[in-house]
Nanobody
Framework: QVQLVESGGGLVQPGDSLRLSCAAS????????MGWFRQAPGKEREFVAA???????????LYEDSVKGRFTISRDNAKNTVTLQMNSLKPEDTAVYYC?????????????????WGQGTQVTVSS
């Protein structure tokens, strides 16, 4: 069992940065693949970034105007946290951001592969 709590969302202007954190509890966190997803109003929840348990493998969304190069995912297994650093934010990044945990060998880009989800944190990018 893993419990996830996101924090760090807020209202920022285009070009600003935000750092989202996900605090996890549960004995299996260090062996879990961790992911960030986001959901904008009227849209499906989409993959943003993920990281394997060791931290050596990271994955980013490949869709048009991708977050790669602007967002960085990292984790600290000693502190049971996973972080999403978001730079050069754009209005289209506005969404509720969710942290998720799954088994070690999941397809990290698949929303349905994750077993546990946080409650989400709102990110709004607007001038």
């Amino acid at each position: 069992q893993v419990q996830l709590v996101e924090s760090g969302g807020g209202l920022v202007q285009p070009g600003d940065s935000l750092r989202l954190s996900c605090a996890a509890s549960g004995r299996t966190f260090s062996r879990s693949a961790m992911g960030w997803f986001r959901q904008a109003p009227g849209k499906e929840r989409e993959f943003v970034a993920a990281i394997r348990w060791s931290g050596s493998s990271t994955y980013y969304a490949l869709y048009e105007d991708s977050v790669k190069g602007r967002f960085t995912i990292s984790r600290d297994n000693a502190k049971n946290t996973v972080t999403l650093q978001m730079n050069s934010l754009k209005p289209e990044d506005t969404a509720v951001y969710y942290c998720a945990a799954g088994n070690v060998d999941i397809d990290v880009r698949s929303r349905t592969a994750y077993n546990y989800w946080g409650q989400g944190t709102q990110v709004t990018v607007s001038s």
